[in-house]
């Protein structure tokens, strides 16, 4: 059976939004969160704090435990994908990527 065009794309539009509403674990947020901040750093200071900042501010906002954070499985998934896929970038895309994150 085909489905009208404009039923396909409601469909669609609901997806999405609904993979948008889904908060993803605040563990794998910090994780990205601090895998950008380690790799940019060094080669964009502004970026890097402004993910510090952001970082501080959502750890006294939700009271997290950021050391008990750091040891689960959602974390270290999140940041050790993150920091590979960065540091895999050129060095002019890491930059750029720097430069963007926030």
């Known amino acids: 059976m085909r489905m009208p065009r404009h039923s396909l794309a409601a469909c669609a539009a609901a997806?999405?939004?609904?993979?948008l509403a889904a908060d993803p674990?605040?563990?794998?947020?910090?994780?990205?969160?601090?895998?950008?901040v380690f790799v940019c750093t060094p080669i964009e200071p502004k970026s890097a704090r402004?993910?510090?900042?952001?970082?501080q501010k959502t750890s006294s906002e939700r009271k997290l435990d950021l050391a008990a954070l750091r040891k689960t499985d959602g974390y270290?998934?999140?940041?050790?994908?993150?920091?590979?896929?960065?540091?895999?970038?050129?060095?002019r895309?890491?930059?750029?990527?720097?430069?963007?994150?926030w």
Request: net charge negative.
């Open 15 to 19: 997806l999405a939004a609904s993979a």
């Open 25 to 36: 674990p605040i563990e794998q947020i910090v994780g990205g969160i601090e895998a950008i």
């Open 50 to 55: 402004i993910g510090t900042e952001l970082l």
């Open 76 to 91: 270290k998934a999140i940041y050790n994908s993150e920091v590979n896929r960065l540091l895999a970038l050129p060095a």
């Open 93 to 101: 895309e890491r930059s750029a990527a720097c430069r963007n994150a």
